[in-house]
């Protein structure tokens, strides 16, 4: 079946704009988790979605970001007044229950580049 | 709260040569642990992971990694390596008493393999 799609692939944007970033995740599953990952650093947890409970926003860097879920299905980062820092690759992915044991499907990433 | 270190943050191997990745790990509580990879341009994908039982995993692509709990490790290896391996891979790990799965990921080791 498909997998975690996420749009646009690549963005490219100037400082000071806001950006939306668009997650798919898999049918059927409940946990869908945001990362951002910089040059040279591992995978920084964003924001945790679990069904209709409410989101984990406790690795969110600043007011500027935010994320909803619309109907426990695509979910959407939003970052407003880019900054340089800012750029990254944007992970998303899904999992089918949300558990500590579960397997965590990624997405292929959305570059995000801020001028 | 939990802590991965990748104690390399590259690798160059020839081809058909062994190669180890180091994870070491810090946490009050018992955990899950994950190895992922990340081939260029793509989102991670799992390798293998421990949950329980025998301390050796086997994985895809003929991984594997052994969890020894007293020294806090789980290093991945390959006994021969192809040029198709070259990617980032990414040590992770979750807390077995949360009952969500929250991640944290160590800063990822770039293995270069060379003919």
């Known amino acids: 079946g498909a997998g975690v799609s996420q749009s646009p692939s690549n963005k490219v944007t100037e400082k000071g704009k806001d950006v939306e970033l668009r997650c798919d995740p898999i049918?059927?599953?409940?946990?869908l988790y945001w990362y951002r990952q910089s040059l040279g650093q591992g995978l920084e947890f964003l924001i945790y979605?679990?069904?209709?409970?409410?989101?984990?926003k406790s690795g969110l860097p600043s007011d500027r970001f935010s994320a909803e879920r619309t109907g426990g299905s695509v979910s959407t980062l939003t970052i407003q007044r880019t900054q340089q820092e800012d750029s990254a690759v944007y992970l998303c992915?899904?999992?089918?229950?949300?558990?500590?044991?579960?397997?965590?499907?990624f997405g292929p990433g959305t570059r995000l580049t801020v001028l | 709260a939990q802590s991965v270190t990748q104690l390399d943050s590259q690798v160059p191997v020839f081809e058909e040569a062994p190669v180890e990745l180091r994870c070491n790990y810090s946490?009050?509580?018992?955990?899950?642990l994950f190895w992922y990879v990340q081939y260029p341009n793509q989102g991670l994908q799992l390798l293998l992971k421990?949950?329980?039982?025998?301390?050796l995993v086997k994985g895809i692509n003929g991984f594997e990694a052994e969890f020894n709990k007293s020294q806090t490790s789980f290093h991945l290896r390959k006994p021969s390596v192809h040029i198709s391996d070259t990617a980032e891979y990414f040590c992770?790990?979750?807390?077995?008493?949360?009952?969500?799965?929250?991640?944290?990921f160590g800063a990822g080791t770039q293995v270069v393999v060379t003919p």
């Open positions: 979605f679990q069904g209709n409970s409410a989101p984990d």
């Open positions: 421990y949950l329980s039982g025998s301390t």
């Open positions: 049918s059927g599953h409940t946990a």
């Open positions: 992915a899904s999992s089918l229950q949300g558990l500590s044991t579960d397997t965590q499907y």
């Open positions: 992770a790990v979750s807390d077995q008493t949360d009952s969500w799965g929250k991640f944290q």
């Open positions: 946490s009050s509580v018992s955990v899950y």
